[in-house]
């Protein structure tokens, strides 16, 4: 008999409820993105919380109504506990214990970072329960040996910003607005990635570690050292030799780690999980590697509910589930 865990997801700008069954099959998958943090360059975290709470609501019928379900026909409720904005994180985690305590089904809180590397076992069903995810995002750029369920290893983090961030700051810088990430993606193609030279930091440091606050400063210098004309019309070599500057770190670290641990499989998560030329970069370097290489379709690379009923689901059957009381961790670190 299938066993169907509802997933809730508010840790930032995003709010989401899915249904997932047996932690691989998603029945559905709604999210509605908060489109009024654009005009401000960034997510505004008490405007973020209010979205929240308006929207959870019809998103949850929604979720149930696309799956065809009642919510007496649900196992389990999972929700995010953290990393993210606390106001956020309160909503989602405080709507699934309510929804716990009305039903009496059990609850399990989730670390989203665990959520975002979960979301590979929704589209790789072969995939090895032991191998390494790059984890890539706005917040987090992290190298994670992943031994099993609930068993993980950083190998590198970032020591200042983390590879998203340098995405939306460079394109903010260059005029494309925020979010950032697939407008430089897009724009790229259409650019010279070898026109400019900037620096890969920390690309051969001989550690796992990432640093991006160089190559952002490195792409503002130049930038501002450009006339308008010029602006105008090398913006797409701009944009291409950052991403290709930043992307290229990604997959040498990546490449390094999976060789010296003599790792089979390599997944990304996260939402610079979606940028193309990564994957390309990356699926070139690792099929001369014999590596195999598996990442999340779009809508899972996203912050999304699947992948947090997913690794929800898992959670429940490695500890069961969680107490009543567990409360939000903005600085919730994977592992935790």
């Not at 559905?28 to 979205?51: D, M, T, Y």
């Not at 030329?277 to 099929?287: F, P, S, Y």
Request: glycine share 10%; hydrophobic share 45%; with cysteine.
């Amino acid at each position: 008999m299938a066993f169907l865990t509802l997933g809730i997801e508010s840790s930032c700008d995003e709010t989401a409820v899915a249904i997932v069954e047996d932690g691989s099959r998603v029945r559905s998958n709604i999210i509605l993105s908060q489109a009024e943090h654009s005009v401000f360059g960034g997510v505004v975290p008490e405007i973020a919380s209010r979205k929240h709470v308006v929207s959870i609501g019809p998103i949850f019928k929604r979720s149930l109504s696309e799956a065809g379900l009642e919510l007496s026909e649900i196992d389990l409720i999972a929700a995010t506990r953290g990393p993210g904005l606390i106001g956020c994180l309160l909503v989602g985690l405080n709507f699934a214990r309510g929804l716990s305590l009305a039903t009496g089904k059990p609850l399990v809180a989730v670390n989203h970072l665990e959520g975002h590397i979960a979301a590979n076992s929704l589209a790789c069903v072969d995939l090895d329960s032991h191998h390494l995810t790059l984890l890539i995002s706005g917040g987090h750029t992290l190298l994670v040996e992943v031994r099993g369920t609930g068993d993980y290893h950083v190998l590198g983090e970032t020591r200042d910003d983390a590879v998203g961030e340098a995405f939306d700051k460079v394109a903010k810088l260059v005029g494309l607005g925020y979010p950032g990430g697939a407008k430089i993606d897009q724009l790229a193609k259409s650019g010279n990635p070898k026109a400019i030279r900037f620096p890969r930091p920390m690309r051969h440091s001989g550690d796992y570690d990432f640093s991006y606050s160089g190559l952002k400063t490195a792409v503002a210098l130049h930038w501002n050292s450009l006339s308008d004309t010029q602006k105008q019309s090398d913006i797409a070599d701009v944009v291409a030799s950052f991403q290709e500057a930043a992307v290229d770190i990604l997959a040498q670290k990546t490449i390094d780690a999976a060789e010296e641990l003599n790792i089979s499989a390599v997944t990304l998560a996260g939402g610079v999980a979606a940028n193309s030329r990564l994957r390309t970069l990356l699926a070139e370097k690792l099929e001369k590697r014999g590596i195999k290489f598996y990442f999340p379709q779009l809508d899972l690379c996203t912050d999304n509910a699947a992948m947090i009923a997913a690794a929800g689901y898992f959670q429940y059957r490695l500890r069961g589930a969680s107490k009543m009381d567990i409360d939000s961790q903005p600085a919730l670190r994977l592992g935790q």
